[in-house]
């Protein structure tokens, strides 16, 4: 009887965690399973399955040059959103500097902005700048969208290094320079691959921002959102599931380096 | 000979704080020194002005003569070992202590000489390739000892590098320390607040106190001939016998404790009749017993409490009134003392006297 | 043994005079050292984290932007005017209001109960799985998965075609573009910002506090309104903040699965940046008017529901 009653919640709270992992990954099991669908219009049931949509896909060289052209920007991206965000956060944690508190806060800003503001004050600044749209806007665009996240995981792991490592370092004849390099920077190695990661996926992500700064060439979520208003056919289905399978299987393995670093 | 460190009238203040107080110390080559006192007293500010991580408000340090008290540490040739080694995570242990040698210049060849030979000479031979976190913690200690030593540097500075350590480990690495020391020659400043751990290694303790030098000596002169009351407490238990002095006789004095009339080394002191002094009476200078010795200091008292130690027996006299003497009374000797009633007595000249003040200059 | 290779290049490089003269010589000195530390990330974050809000700002403020030959731009606030003038302006953003309200109070009360069921019922090893096992979807982006709820809610959609295999229908309820089907398409993008805050705050609540509670007498319901609520407050906090936050910046989710009922205010500002009739400094204006009411509201709300004021940064 009293065992009965205590493990109520708890039969109760699995249930509720498995009907939510249901809602989750419902729509896009459907939206995958859609893709294997022999014909070329968008309903339920499936009647033949085939692997079609996939070779169209994979020939479609609009879609491939906006794969391309996606990753490119990703890569810039990452790349200056890492550097800028290491830089803030060791000016953060660094001694003898006066507000730090203010200097997280403009650091995190952009994060708190709605998307939809963040990318329309963007759009403002390129043009007051007379920066045209298209590719290097969108990657500012989206380097501002990134940094928060790059110097929030960069700020969690600096915080955990023990403060005399770098005072070792110098001990042993290494200057301020050297020490960051030799020591600071492996130190934050796996966190901050993991958080490259992050911002790789954030910028193959983006809609907003490259909507309102990008200029004619297509980015792999403009392409799929011209195509969804465009029509339904399964030909975006197979398009989604490949972009669905690489970006998972890429932020899986951030997840899994995240986490190793975390345990070391 | 010169010195090898020079402290210059060196004071540090973190604002109205004053952390080190008008310092001034030589330290000789091939030594290895101690600064010991309780936290706070300045100890660790002074090492880090030594290693060049905090710079003094005032006054100039000098290593092998030179003026160094504006040089970054990199540019010093110093090594610290820190309290909790800070190895570097992400190297192994030859990398690590190839760390120094590598910003040196040195080829690769003479690198990997030079970290084979320190391994070598605390047996880690077989580590070399590990990395910090699956060592334990002694070898920790010991790499972070040979990374400090592997460039060569003039004094070798440890902050308290044994606190982190368990009670046997710690006790086997003084010894090893202090072998180290010996093998390699080179200076070891070294900073405590743990008194066994100076006493066993020292050739020389520093004991500071509020940013000031208590005292400077030996081990043995410090324990023996405590300068000062807060040296007397410091290192060792010890009984303080707040006393009158009554008149010289030759080397000793008599003085009054307590309406009891006992005598005790002058300790280089010349006390003058009336004035008020501490007798400093180690609790091993003490001896028990049953019937009245012939000769020396005898007081007739009761035991209060016994507490075994194993090794001794520690017992707490109670003479006169309310005042008690600490002694300790081997094994062997613990039978013959079966009742209260006992007879506790010393020799003049292990008792020794310092001045009625707390800082004496 | 073979000699291992130790990095003697870095040295070179150190005394090599270019090095000594350039570099080196700046993280020598103090000031050297606070220039390179500080010079780029404040002029990065001085440009382009405030840049940006305020040339909005400014321009909010213009007449005309951008200037055209011949026009001359002055101050005036007529651009916020607007706002209030016409209701195809405000409703759309009382409904944005609206919708991220009711998405972020939905979601905080679907996900809470599985947060709290990962971070204490799940044993300590299997939770970083149970965790995963909730993440997989947030790596597909928000078009994807909007995407996908088209799949299940379109009129020949999942839903509708099952339903009418059982029997229950005859023909298709219309579920897509309308709010019930943005609400869904909202939650099921926004619900993982709620949940790893709230796992976060739940799990840092030790358990042994609840056994006591229990030892004490409480039961399950009393457990949970007076310890483990008050104590996950500050997940709540951030969550919520998070959800609404993200929530009110939505662009592509109500254009594709919104109707005509659902215009949304992100769709409104969008509409004076492009086309022939851009308003520039409408659209700015619109812009700012949302920030700051966004803003509010969350402020609003954390000082309604507390949390802990040392917010640690």
């Given at each position: 009887?009293?065992?009965?009653?205590?493990?109520?919640?708890?039969?109760?709270?699995?249930?509720?965690?498995?009907?939510?992992?249901?809602?989750?990954?419902?729509?896009?099991?459907?939206?995958?399973?859609?893709?294997?669908?022999?014909?070329?219009?968008?309903?339920?049931?499936?009647?033949?399955?085939?692997?079609?949509?996939?070779?169209?896909?994979?020939?479609?060289?609009?879609?491939?040059?906006?794969?391309?052209?996606?990753?490119?920007?990703?890569?810039?991206?990452?790349?200056?959103?890492?550097?800028?965000?290491?830089?803030?956060?060791?000016?953060?944690?660094?001694?003898?500097?006066?507000?730090?508190?203010?200097?997280?806060?403009?650091?995190?800003?952009?994060?708190?902005?709605?998307?939809?503001?963040?990318?329309?004050?963007?759009?403002?600044?390129?043009?007051?700048?007379?920066?045209?749209?298209?590719?290097?806007?969108?990657?500012?665009?989206?380097?501002?969208?990134?940094?928060?996240?790059?110097?929030?995981?960069?700020?969690?792991?600096?915080?955990?290094?023990?403060?005399?490592?770098?005072?070792?370092?110098?001990?042993?004849?290494?200057?301020?320079?050297?020490?960051?390099?030799?020591?600071?920077?492996?130190?934050?190695?796996?966190?901050?691959f993991g958080g490259m990661i992050f911002c790789v996926l954030l910028s193959i992500d983006d809609f907003v921002r490259t909507f309102f700064l990008g200029?004619?060439?297509?980015?792999?979520?403009?392409?799929?959102?011209?195509?969804?208003?465009?029509?339904?056919?399964?030909?975006?289905?197979?398009?989604?599931?490949?972009?669905?399978?690489?970006?998972?299987?890429?932020?899986?393995?951030?997840?899994?380096?995240?986490?190793?670093?975390?345990?070391? | 000979?010169?010195?090898?460190?020079?402290?210059?009238?060196?004071?540090?203040?973190?604002?109205?704080?004053?952390?080190?107080?008008?310092?001034?110390?030589?330290?000789?080559?091939?030594?290895?020194?101690?600064?010991?006192?309780?936290?706070?007293?300045?100890?660790?500010?002074?090492?880090?002005?030594?290693?060049?991580?905090?710079?003094?408000?005032?006054?100039?340090?000098?290593?092998?003569?030179?003026?160094?008290?504006?040089?970054?540490?990199?540019?010093?040739?110093?090594?610290?070992?820190?309290?909790?080694?800070?190895?570097?995570?992400?190297?192994?242990?030859?990398?690590?202590?190839?760390?120094?040698?590598?910003?040196?210049?040195?080829?690769?060849?003479?690198?990997?000489?030079?970290?084979?030979?320190?391994?070598?000479?605390?047996?880690?031979?077989?580590?070399?390739?590990?990395?910090?976190?699956?060592?334990?913690?002694?070898?920790?200690?010991?790499?972070?000892?040979?990374?400090?030593?592997?460039?060569?540097?003039?004094?070798?500075?440890?902050?308290?590098?044994?606190?982190?350590?368990?009670?046997?480990?710690?006790?086997?690495?003084?010894?090893?320390?202090?072998?180290?020391?010996?093998?390699?020659?080179?200076?070891?400043?070294?900073?405590?607040?743990?008194?066994?751990?100076?006493?066993?290694?020292?050739?020389?303790?520093?004991?500071?106190?509020?940013?000031?030098?208590?005292?400077?000596?030996?081990?043995?002169?410090?324990?023996?001939?405590?300068?000062?009351?807060?040296?007397?407490?410091?290192?060792?238990?010890?009984?303080?016998?707040?006393?009158?002095?009554?008149?010289?006789?030759?080397?000793?004095?008599?003085?009054?404790?307590?309406?009891?009339?006992?005598?005790?080394?002058?300790?280089?002191?010349?006390?003058?009749?009336?004035?008020?002094?501490?007798?400093?009476?180690?609790?091993?200078?003490?001896?028990?017993?049953?019937?009245?010795?012939?000769?020396?200091?005898?007081?007739?008292?009761?035991?209060?409490?016994?507490?075994?130690?194993?090794?001794?027996?520690?017992?707490?006299?109670?003479?006169?009134?309310?005042?008690?003497?600490?002694?300790?009374?081997?094994?062997?000797?613990?039978?013959?003392?079966?009742?209260?009633?006992?007879?506790?007595?010393?020799?003049?000249?292990?008792?020794?006297?310092?001045?009625?003040?707390?800082?004496?200059? | 043994?073979?000699?291992?290779?130790?990095?003697?290049?870095?040295?070179?490089?150190?005394?090599?005079?270019?090095?000594?003269?350039?570099?080196?010589?700046?993280?020598?000195?103090?000031?050297?050292?606070?220039?390179?530390?500080?010079?780029?990330?404040?002029?990065?974050?001085?440009?382009?984290?405030?840049?940006?809000?305020?040339?909005?700002?400014?321009?909010?403020?213009?007449?005309?932007?951008?200037?055209?030959?011949?026009?001359?731009?002055?101050?005036?606030?007529?651009?916020?005017?607007?706002?209030?003038?016409?209701?195809?302006?405000?409703?759309?953003?009382?409904?944005?209001?609206?919708?991220?309200?009711?998405?972020?109070?939905?979601?905080?009360?679907?996900?809470?109960?599985?947060?709290?069921?990962?971070?204490?019922?799940?044993?300590?090893?299997?939770?970083?799985?149970?965790?995963?096992?909730?993440?997989?979807?947030?790596?597909?982006?928000?078009?994807?998965?909007?995407?996908?709820?088209?799949?299940?809610?379109?009129?020949?959609?999942?839903?509708?075609?099952?339903?009418?295999?059982?029997?229950?229908?005859?023909?298709?309820?219309?579920?897509?573009?309308?709010?019930?089907?943005?609400?869904?398409?909202?939650?099921?993008?926004?619900?993982?910002?709620?949940?790893?805050?709230?796992?976060?705050?739940?799990?840092?609540?030790?358990?042994?506090?609840?056994?006591?509670?229990?030892?004490?007498?409480?039961g399950p319901f009393t457990r949970f309104r007076r310890i483990i609520l008050p104590l996950s407050r500050d997940g709540i906090v951030s969550g919520c903040?998070?959800?609404?936050?993200?929530?009110?910046?939505?662009?592509?989710?109500?254009?594709?699965?919104?109707?005509?009922?659902?215009?949304?205010?992100?769709?409104?500002?969008?509409?004076?940046?492009?086309?022939?009739?851009?308003?520039?400094?409408?659209?700015?204006?619109?812009?700012?008017?949302?920030?700051?009411?966004?803003?509010?509201?969350?402020?609003?709300?954390?000082?309604?529901?507390?949390?802990?004021?040392?917010?640690?940064?």
């Amino acid at each position: 009887m009293r065992s009965l009653f205590s493990d109520a919640p708890r039969v109760t709270l699995t249930a509720i965690y498995w009907a939510f992992i249901f809602y989750l990954l419902l729509p896009l099991t459907l939206m995958m399973a859609m893709s294997f669908k022999d014909a070329n219009f968008v309903a339920f049931p499936i009647g033949e399955w085939t692997l079609d949509w996939y070779a169209k896909v994979l020939q479609d060289k609009q879609f491939l040059e906006a794969c391309l052209y996606s990753i490119m920007i990703a890569a810039a991206t990452t790349l200056a959103a890492t550097v800028l965000g290491v830089w803030i956060a060791m000016l953060i944690v660094a001694e003898g500097i006066k507000g730090q508190v203010i200097i997280f806060a403009l650091a995190c800003l952009p994060a708190v902005v709605p998307g939809m503001i963040s990318a329309i004050s963007l759009r403002i600044f390129i043009s007051t700048i007379d920066m045209p749209t298209g590719t290097a806007a969108i990657i500012l665009g989206h380097t501002v969208h990134a940094v928060p996240f790059v110097v929030v995981m960069a700020l969690t792991r600096l915080r955990s290094m023990p403060g005399n490592l770098v005072d070792a370092a110098r001990d042993l004849g290494a200057d301020s320079f050297v020490a960051f390099l030799r020591v600071t920077l492996p130190y934050l190695g796996p966190a901050l691959f993991g958080g490259m990661i992050f911002c790789v996926l954030l910028s193959i992500d983006d809609f907003v921002r490259t909507f309102f700064l990008g200029g004619y060439r297509p980015t792999l979520p403009m392409l799929i959102f011209a195509k969804v208003q465009g029509g339904m056919s399964p030909e975006i289905n197979a398009m989604a599931t490949l972009v669905l399978v690489v970006t998972a299987a890429v932020g899986l393995y951030a997840e899994y380096l995240t986490r190793r670093a975390r345990t070391r | 000979m010169e010195p090898v460190v020079q402290f210059d009238h060196v004071t540090k203040n973190y604002g109205s704080q004053v952390a080190v107080d008008d310092l001034n110390l030589s330290i000789e080559a091939g030594k290895f020194v101690t600064l010991l006192g309780p936290s706070g007293c300045g100890k660790s500010t002074s090492l880090r002005m030594l290693g060049g991580f905090e710079m003094p408000t005032s006054g100039r340090i000098l290593l092998s003569g030179k003026d160094v008290t504006r040089v970054p540490p990199n540019k010093r040739n110093v090594n610290i070992v820190f309290q909790d080694y800070a190895l570097f995570p992400h190297m192994n242990v030859a990398k690590n202590i190839a760390f120094g040698l590598e910003l040196k210049g040195l080829d690769n060849k003479s690198i990997h000489r030079r970290v084979s030979e320190l391994l070598e000479l605390v047996q880690l031979q077989d580590y070399a390739n590990r990395l910090p976190n699956e060592l334990s913690g002694g070898q920790r200690q010991r790499v972070a000892l040979m990374r400090a030593l592997a460039p060569d540097p003039d004094v070798l500075l440890l902050d308290e590098p044994l606190s982190a350590l368990d009670a046997k480990l710690r006790q086997q690495m003084q010894i090893e320390l202090k072998a180290i020391q010996e093998k390699t020659g080179k200076t070891f400043m070294f900073v405590t607040h743990d008194q066994e751990e100076a006493l066993t290694m020292s050739d020389t303790i520093v004991v500071m106190n509020n940013g000031r030098i208590e005292q400077m000596g030996d081990p043995s002169t410090l324990y023996g001939r405590p300068g000062s009351v807060f040296v007397a407490n410091f290192i060792g238990e010890t009984n303080l016998l707040r006393s009158t002095v009554l008149g010289a006789e030759g080397n000793l004095t008599a003085l009054d404790w307590n309406g009891i009339t006992i005598k005790a080394d002058q300790g280089g002191l010349s006390p003058k009749a009336g004035e008020h002094l501490y007798v400093v009476l180690r609790p091993e200078s003490i001896h028990c017993s049953a019937t009245e010795p012939t000769s020396g200091n005898r007081i007739k008292g009761k035991i209060r409490q016994r507490v075994f130690k194993g090794n001794h027996t520690s017992l707490a006299v109670e003479v006169g009134d309310g005042a008690v003497l600490n002694t300790l009374v081997h094994p062997g000797d613990v039978a013959q003392l079966a009742g209260d009633d006992i007879w506790v007595g010393w020799k003049p000249e292990t008792a020794t006297v310092i001045p009625d003040r707390h800082a004496h200059r | 043994m073979s000699v291992p290779k130790y990095s003697t290049g870095m040295a070179k490089v150190v005394n090599s005079s270019l090095y000594q003269h350039t570099l080196g010589a700046a993280v020598e000195s103090r000031i050297g050292r606070i220039i390179l530390l500080a010079s780029v990330p404040l002029l990065w974050l001085i440009m382009l984290h405030v840049g940006p809000i305020y040339q909005m700002l400014k321009i909010s403020l213009l007449s005309h932007y951008p200037v055209q030959p011949g026009v001359e731009s002055h101050f005036t606030l007529a651009n916020y005017a607007i706002f209030f003038q016409e209701s195809i302006y405000f409703t759309p953003l009382i409904k944005s209001f609206i919708f991220a309200t009711g998405a972020t109070a939905f979601t905080l009360v679907v996900v809470y109960p599985v947060a709290y069921y990962v971070a204490k019922i799940v044993k300590p090893q299997g939770r970083s799985k149970a965790l995963l096992l909730l993440l997989v979807p947030f790596w597909a982006g928000e078009l994807i998965r909007t995407f996908s709820v088209i799949m299940l809610l379109a009129n020949r959609g999942a839903v509708n075609v099952l339903l009418r295999e059982i029997g229950l229908i005859d023909r298709p309820i219309p579920m897509l573009y309308t709010s019930f089907s943005l609400g869904f398409g909202l939650v099921y993008l926004i619900c993982l910002y709620m949940l790893l805050p709230l796992y976060s705050a739940i799990e840092k609540i030790p358990s042994p506090l609840l056994d006591a509670a229990a030892d004490l007498g409480a039961g399950p319901f009393t457990r949970f309104r007076r310890i483990i609520l008050p104590l996950s407050r500050d997940g709540i906090v951030s969550g919520c903040s998070l959800v609404f936050l993200t929530c009110i910046g939505v662009f592509a989710t109500p254009m594709l699965l919104g109707g005509p009922n659902t215009v949304l205010f992100p769709e409104t500002i969008s509409s004076f940046f492009h086309g022939a009739s851009d308003k520039w400094p409408v659209g700015a204006a619109f812009a700012l008017i949302m920030l700051v009411t966004a803003l509010i509201a969350a402020a609003i709300f954390m000082r309604l529901v507390g949390g802990s004021k040392r917010r640690a940064i």
